[in-house]
């Protein structure tokens, strides 16, 4: 019964705990490289930023909690500040449109409109489902190189990292973070989130999951 006991928990060790131990070391290591290869393109000061003739929003659901989405909101009010400076003469808004009472693009194209950003000056990305998409669609459909990522901070890391690997000359602007009892589901799964990009960029070479023609953007 002791050898016994002694066999399976060295099968339990070779094939439980050794995996997930591997596991967690490569999502740890994923993170630091996001982190680190991309925190000094991340800006908090509208004055510091360069300028760029567009900025790319990224999109979120613009309700949450049965109330309004802080990520949604600091998001416009980023690409406003940005706009209002003349840091940026264009904006993107990229997001998920996979329903048609789901409109990601449209919410946030609104949201500008009202604040006073022309709707001439909005374009909209309907084929953001994931940052990956609407950061690549910004280049191979848009036909920009060189831009301005709008999100949060963790978010804008990740993004900048999938622009380094398609070697577009990407800067960030971090819209303001929400409360950490806000978004502690949202941080959890951005840490994994990181480790799925690094498999993306450098293993799977993920593409878009739509593409299509190229739209001219006039800015």
Not at 15 to 20: A, C, E, Q, S
Not at 81 to 108: P, Q, T
Not at 110 to 137: E, H, K, N
């Amino acid at each position: 019964m002791i050898l016994i006991a002694i066999l399976t928990g060295r099968r339990t060790i070779k094939f439980v705990y050794v995996p997930l131990f591997l596991l967690l070391l490569f999502v740890w290591i994923s993170n630091k490289w996001v982190a680190g290869s991309t925190s000094d393109k991340c800006y908090g000061n509208v004055q510091d930023i360069p300028e760029n003739k567009v900025g790319l929003v990224l999109g979120t659901n613009k309700a949450a909690r049965g109330g309004k989405n802080l990520f949604f909101q600091y998001r416009i009010d980023a690409a406003l500040a940005l706009f209002k400076a003349g840091k940026i003469k264009h904006i993107i808004v990229s997001g998920d449109n996979h329903v048609e009472e789901y409109n990601e693009a449209e919410d946030m194209q609104q949201a500008l409109i009202a604040a006073g950003v022309p709707d001439t000056c909005i374009t909209l990305d309907y084929a953001g489902f994931r940052t990956l998409d609407s950061v690549v669609r910004c280049e191979k459909v848009f036909g920009q190189k060189k831009f301005t990522i709008i999100s949060q901070p963790f978010h804008n890391e990740r993004a900048l990292f999938i622009a380094n690997g398609k070697d577009l000359e990407c800067v960030a602007f971090n819209a303001k973070d929400v409360p950490a009892n806000y978004s502690l589901k949202t941080k959890v799964r951005e840490y994994f989130a990181r480790a799925k990009c690094v498999l993306d960029l450098y293993v799977f070479h993920t593409s878009p999951k739509f593409l299509g023609e190229e739209v001219k953007i006039n800015a």
